[in-house]
């Protein structure tokens, strides 16, 4: 399955120079959006106003135990996924962080290629949870509640069961479209009186309820014989 590259993370380290390196580096990668923090408060004030799919967070930041700023975030409404980073490698240490609520920890130094695999598996289990929301343009989707929650955490707009299927399929795609066949097969299942055209009837009315010109989509795009999400 191929990650989206919607996925916002936010990485926080008071190391400039670290922090700045491993946001480069995770940016390689298509299908992450990385945003920087040097100090807990910071984070903590752009957790309170932003979604972010995942949070990697340092253990040692100078004004508050990046442990007990996972526990901040998760008192703060905060679902997904937390990966803790640490210079001290002992049992303990990683129980205290995941006791706070972390759902992994890394000792430092690490390779960049098992963060990004601890990154991608993290987020390929939160999909799967029902308390699971995704960033789609200017919007946090919820494919349990069939919601999408505008920025400003006013503007709601309420899903059908159909509707929430396809951006979940879209979103699991990444950047990759998919064609329209496979997209009704995937929803709809076999059903011989079920036709694209019907896929089509549902794209239209998820772009009016979510577009801010329906006739000019800059979220679901139409690509080839298919449709896929620019986040």
């Not at 002992?90 to 430092?108: C, E, F, P, Q, R």
């Not at 009315?205 to 449709?227: A, F, W």
């Amino acid at each position: 399955m191929n990650q989206s590259k919607c996925s916002s993370i936010l990485l926080v380290d008071d190391d400039g120079d670290l922090r700045s390196s491993i946001a480069d580096q995770l940016e390689i990668y298509d299908e992450f959006t990385i945003h920087q923090s040097g100090s807990a408060s910071e984070a903590l004030g752009l957790i309170k106003s932003n979604h972010f799919d995942a949070l990697i967070l340092d253990v040692g930041l100078p004004d508050i135990d990046g442990r007990e700023l996972c526990r901040l975030a998760r008192q703060a409404g905060v679902g997904s996924p937390i990966i803790m980073l640490t210079a001290m490698d002992s049992d303990a240490d990683t129980v205290l962080g995941l006791d706070a609520g972390a759902n992994d920890y890394i000792t430092k130094p690490f390779r960049l290629n098992v963060l990004v695999a601890r990154l991608r598996a993290q987020l390929r289990q939160h999909e799967q949870s029902v308390d699971a929301v995704f960033s789609i343009g200017p919007y946090s989707f919820s494919p349990a509640t069939k919601l999408l929650l505008a920025q400003d955490g006013q503007h709601k707009i309420r899903l059908t069961e159909k509707e929430a299927q396809i951006l979940r399929h879209l979103y699991r795609a990444g950047s990759k479209p998919i064609d329209r066949e496979t997209l009704l097969t995937e929803i709809w299942g076999y059903r011989p009186e079920v036709t694209t055209h019907t896929l089509e009837t549902h794209i239209y009315r998820l772009r009016q309820k979510i577009e801010d010109s329906p006739e000019h989509p800059r979220i679901i795009v139409t690509e080839g014989d298919g449709y896929c999400l620019l986040c």
